[in-house]
């Protein structure tokens, strides 16, 4: 099975000879491909809607792979109980959802080895969350995928805390090792917020003023972390 350069960069992160539950799994291609090439022994796939669930089994069968892949509907992690995964991914999802499936599944953490996260948004407050209780960004990895940007992060039980905020928001461990996926995304987000901040800089209302405020801050962000990638070159 193909995987597209996300999915592909998600089972890279997923470590050897466990067994993985998939969160979301949607048409079952990750467990699929881990079970497949047998990088894992076995996986779960959950889906809260009736419809993936149903071609992920299709899928499954196809592949033959149904004494490997057992699939439930479940809402989260409700359906999973602690010792049955090794390692869980939730990925495919705003970072919002992803902190309350993982606040609504803590019966799960002490449990489980490796938590394969890929946030679609509010990432920088994903890693606070992280470090606020009581996770630690063991590795991270940044992809380019049909346009858009992805972070994948393996968190482990543990201790973490990052001197500057632009680290949690952009990530210290991509920003440490000057990763190219995400100096191009800083590139292009200094040259979109420099762009709305001059249009916006032409009206002269509250409402602009605040927007102006916010997008200074964003812009140091991003020159901070972009500063920082250039002193480890």
């Known amino acids: 099975m193909n995987l597209s350069p996300r999915l ?83 990925a495919g999802m705003g970072g919002p959802l992803i902190r309350k499936i993982m606040e609504e599944g803590q019966h799960m953490w002490d449990s489980t080895g490796h938590w394969i996260l890929s946030p679609q948004s509010e990432i920088g407050e994903m890693r606070h969350w992280l470090e606020k209780h009581g996770f630690s960004i063991l590795k991270e990895d940044m992809v380019s995928d049909a346009g858009k940007y992805y972070v994948i992060m393996d968190a482990v039980r543990g201790s973490m805390h990052y001197d500057q905020e632009y680290e949690y928001v952009y ?30 800089g032409a009206h002269d209302s509250k409402r602009s003023l605040a927007r102006m405020t916010e997008l200074e ?17």
Do not use: W
Not at 55 to 69: E, P, S
Not at 79 to 86: F, H, I, Q, R, T
Not at 221 to 230: E, P, S
């Open 8 to 90: 592909k960069k998600i089972a890279d992160f997923v470590p050897d000879g466990r067994v993985m539950a998939d969160v979301g799994t949607d048409h079952g291609h990750l467990p699929i491909y881990l079970v497949s090439l047998h990088k894992v022994t076995g996986a779960i796939a959950m889906d809260v809607r009736p419809g993936p669930l149903s071609r992920a089994q299709q899928a499954v069968a196809v592949y033959g792979l149904q004494d490997r892949i057992e699939l439930r509907l479940a809402d989260g992690l409700a359906a999973l109980k602690p010792g049955e995964a090794d390692t869980v991914v939730i």
């Open 217 to 233: 801050r964003e812009e140091q962000l991003v020159q901070g972390a972009l500063d920082a990638m250039g002193r480890n070159i």
């Open 171 to 200: 990530g210290r461990e991509l920003i440490r090792e000057n990763h190219p996926v995400l100096r191009d995304f800083l590139n292009q987000e200094r040259t979109k917020l420099h762009t709305l901040h001059c249009k916006i």
